[in-house]
């Protein structure tokens, strides 16, 4: 039995896939239990501020893999709640129902806490993860994409009606979601070369994307060769004003954001891949571009 939080995200019903594939089974948290039932899956109600779902989840379980986290927000305090408190709290409900195990997904920002409150909160939580006594493993993804993703389809889109703006030149890794959910479950067992490591995996492009070769090649998973110009990190902050006036607290472009866009090296550490008897990404990015467009054309988002 896994303990799983964000089950209901991206990431986490990618990770509840693949522990259907692997006809694992799961006690996952949500806030507002999905209707449709999964095998294997039972659903906790409540959050990572909700001590008695918490203690629910652990129960029994002999690992937690705790994906749950906040990424954006106008309110920068928001962070430390979710990303900070909530870890925390997880941590301590794991040790009181035993569980010793106990896989944490941050994020490349928190390399650099100095450029966003978001890497900031991410960093302050590995210090929570890694204090913490359990037998733990920290996963730092790079840009994660594939089906279901909302944040990476903002450039399908754009690549779609000719024009995708990166930001200033830079190099940024990959990896699909589907190969990152299957990295948390054989990170489970933990053991030697695991246990007390802190990864950064990607897709195996040695050097990561360049921002405009990324951009070209979601031009070429939806049939368009667009146009990609670098916008400068002062016109960023304008766009991110008027997204955040828009769209308000559904803003993707927030403040915050444009703070670790703006870094030129999010290339995932060589010297923190995770040792290729335990995994190795299976899904080049050219592919799985191509198949996350054709699913966004399926669902009609395209």
């Known amino acids: 039995m896994l303990a799983l939080t964000g089950g209901t995200g991206f990431v986490g019903q990618a990770t509840l896939d693949a522990i259907a594939r692997g006809n694992l089974s799961a006690r996952a948290l949500a806030r507002k239990v999905p209707?449709?039932?999964r095998p294997g899956i039972e659903w906790v109600r409540g959050s990572l501020s909700d001590r008695a779902a918490l203690a629910r989840l652990v129960?029994?379980?002999?690992a937690a893999i705790h994906i749950a986290g906040l990424t954006s927000t106008l309110v920068p305090a928001e962070f430390e709640a979710a990303n900070v408190a909530g870890t925390l709290a997880l941590i301590e409900a794991a040790k009181a129902a035993g569980v010793r195990r106990f896989v944490f997904v941050s994020s490349?920002?928190?390399r650099r806490p100095d450029l966003s409150a978001y890497g900031a909160s991410k960093a302050r939580a590995e210090k929570v993860v890694a204090a913490s006594g359990l037998d733990w493993t920290i996963v730092r993804p790079p840009a994660v994409y594939g089906p279901r993703d909302r944040d990476m389809f903002e450039l399908f889109r754009a690549a779609r009606r000719g024009v995708v703006p990166m930001p200033p030149a830079g190099r940024a890794s990959m990896i699909h979601v589907?190969?990152?959910?299957d990295l948390l479950l054989a990170l489970v067992p933990g053991g030697e070369g695991v246990s007390g490591a802190v990864f950064e995996p990607d897709d195996g492009r040695e050097g990561g994307w360049p921002h405009r070769e990324l951009a070209l090649a979601i031009g070429t998973a939806v049939g368009r060769r667009p146009w990609v110009p670098h916008l400068p990190r002062g016109v960023l902050d304008w766009?991110?004003?008027?997204?955040?006036?828009v769209r308000r607290d559904k803003a993707r472009l927030t403040p915050d954001r444009v703070g670790y866009m703006c870094h030129p090296d999010w290339v995932a550490d060589p010297a923190r891949a995770v040792p290729t008897d335990r995994w190795r990404p299976r899904i080049p990015t050219p592919h799985g571009l191509a198949a996350t467009a054709q699913w966004y054309r399926d669902k009609g988002w395209l």
């Open 35 to 37: 209707g449709d039932s």
């Open 59 to 62: 129960d029994g379980a002999e």
């Open 108 to 110: 490349l920002a928190a």
């Open 178 to 181: 589907d190969d990152l959910a």
């Open 239 to 245: 766009a991110s004003r008027i997204d955040c006036a």
